[in-house]
């Protein structure tokens, strides 16, 4: 009859775990140095190490060399080969006339909505009217020699 007083209400086992009451003196089991150890810089109060911070040694940010530039405002294009292109008429992907949706579609490239620059690495040998953003001047000649037509989108 007296377990339901409210002096004797408990948490249910296992819901509770054992904390850790640091710093409250010796019969806590954890007074004294309050789990930190002797001296150094971490025993002390106010004490705070970045979390890059490596204990003197040289940071790993600092090992790494550093090489290369890259502008903020630059202009990333995809780059297509003619190859490639000659590759996906074989394959009848692409036939006639190519844009930068058709190459989507056909997996040329992996973005949708990026600037496309065709590149002269390769054998054309299908008359193809390519409609890109940027090409190189071996690409434009190679296009033409095989009867087709380049031409730049803005």
């Known amino acids: 009859m007296s377990k339901n007083i409210l002096s004797n209400l408990s948490p249910a086992k296992g819901s509770r775990r054992k904390v850790k ?3 409250r003196g010796q019969g806590s089991g954890y007074g004294g140095t309050a789990t930190r ?3 150094g810089a971490k025993s002390r109060s106010g004490h705070k190490f970045r979390l890059w911070f490596e204990g003197g040694q040289m940071p790993l940010t600092r ?3 550093k090489f290369g ?3 903020r405002n630059r202009e990333e294009a ?11 008429v074989s394959e009848k992907r692409i036939s006639g006339s190519v844009t930068p949706e058709s190459l989507y579609q056909a997996g040329a490239v992996a ?7 065709i590149l002269g690495t390769g054998e054309l040998k299908s008359k193809l009217e390519v409609s ?3 090409f190189s001047k071996s690409a434009i000649s ?3 020699a095989a009867g087709g037509k380049a031409t730049v989108l803005s």
Do not use: C, D, S, W
Request: charged fraction near 35%; proline fraction near 6%.
């Open 21 to 23: 009451r640091i710093g």
């Open 37 to 39: 150890g002797h001296k």
């Open 63 to 65: 090992r790494i060399p």
């Open 69 to 71: 530039f890259k502008p």
């Open 78 to 88: 995809q780059i297509v080969n003619v190859e490639t292109l000659e590759r996906l």
């Open 111 to 117: 973005k949708k909505n990026i600037k496309i620059k």
């Open 132 to 134: 890109a953003h940027a």
């Open 142 to 144: 190679k296009i033409q």
